[in-house]
Structures are given as structure tokens and as C-alpha cells.
């Protein structure tokens, strides 16, 4: 496990695939807002429904955002979006494949050539139906940003970290780098 600052009781995405599933309830005048963040502004991501559009964006440090997001808007009704990222590790900072899904059907697929290296976040928050802090993507949407549908369950699924014990080292140098900066 990387010794990296990190929201308490967040799961730690750092050098690692995950899956993230939301099973959600789409009323009959659709539905848009938050499922899932960690992390905002400065880095982090974040699974939404944006005009009823599944999105996932990762923002990697402000200095790049990738997004995934699906063609067209969630009908009424019951429905499963999943995330499912797949790291190119082992390594630090190593790049992968996310897959975004609706029922079990890929709507959008993108490899990406880097992930955050250490430190997801120091100064925002892990978030389940509303983003409490900064946005992961301001042109997106602003906080609150609730979700007006119904989120019946969440499901995080981490694969072990692909960091070697000279990349664990590493992270947890750059994470104390990352607290004497505050």
C-alpha cells in the first residue's frame, strides 16, 4: 500500500485498476448529477450524469483531462453504469484503459497515457451522489451538483497496486513533499 496522504476512508485509485458500478434509477424527466468523486479542481475524477449523459472525467493534476462520456442520455428506468479502469503498471504514474458502460454495453473507450503518480488528493473529498468541494471539471458543472436521480448502490472494486517497493518509497517521499507544501 502507498504511504500517500489520502481522504479518510476513501479508496486509494493510485497505481492500481478499479471498477467503479452504479446502479441508478432514472425518473421519467431524466436525471443528471454527481454518482461519485474524489478528488476535484486540482486532480481527482469523477463519475456523472451530465444532461443524462454517463461521463467520467479524470483530471490529472489540472494539467490534462481525459473524459469518457456516453453518446446519448439514460432513458427512464433502471439502469447500471460502470467505469472500469484498467492500469498499465507496474510503475508510477503509468497510463491504461478506461472502459464507460451502460448495462453491460461499452458506450466509450479510452487509453490514456498517464495517471496521477502518488497523491490523489490532500484537500478534497470523497463523494457519493453530490461533489461537496471543487468539480473535476468546471466546464462540466459547479458543486453541489446533486444527483436528481436515485443511486441504489455503489460498488468500488480495487485491484492490488502495481508499485514495487522502491515505487512505494517514492510515493510516500512525494506525499511528505505534498504535506510540507501546505
Not at 20 to 44: C, D, H, K
Not at 91 to 102: A, R
Not at 124 to 137: H, L, N, P
Not at 163 to 170: F, G, M, N, P
Amino acid at each position: 500500500m502507498c504511504d500517500c496522504p489520502r481522504v479518510p476512508g476513501a479508496p486509494d485509485l493510485v497505481g492500481r485498476s478499479f471498477k467503479i458500478t452504479a446502479e441508478v434509477q432514472i425518473p421519467s424527466t431524466g436525471a443528471e448529477g454527481m454518482l461519485n468523486t474524489l478528488g476535484g479542481r486540482f486532480g481527482g475524477c469523477g463519475l456523472y450524469l451530465l444532461n443524462g449523459k454517463p461521463v467520467f472525467t479524470y483530471n490529472l493534476l489540472a494539467l490534462e483531462r481525459f473524459r469518457w462520456e456516453a453518446p446519448q442520455a439514460l432513458t427512464p428506468g433502471k439502469h447500471t453504469v460502470t467505469f472500469d479502469f484498467k492500469y498499465d503498471g507496474p510503475g508510477l504514474g503509468k497510463g491504461g484503459t478506461g472502459v464507460l458502460s451502460v448495462d453491460g454495453g461499452e458506450v466509450a473507450r479510452r487509453t490514456i497515457p498517464h495517471t496521477i503518480p502518488a497523491v490523489m488528493t490532500i484537500d478534497e473529498s470523497f463523494d457519493v451522489g453530490v461533489d461537496t468541494r471543487t468539480g473535476v471539471d468546471d466546464n462540466d458543472y459547479q458543486p453541489p451538483f446533486r444527483f436528481t436521480g436515485t443511486l441504489s448502490r455503489l460498488t468500488i472494486r480495487l485491484e492490488r497496486q502495481q508499485l514495487s517497493a522502491a515505487d512505494r518509497q517514492q510515493a510516500a517521499r512525494m506525499a511528505a513533499s505534498a504535506r510540507d507544501d501546505r
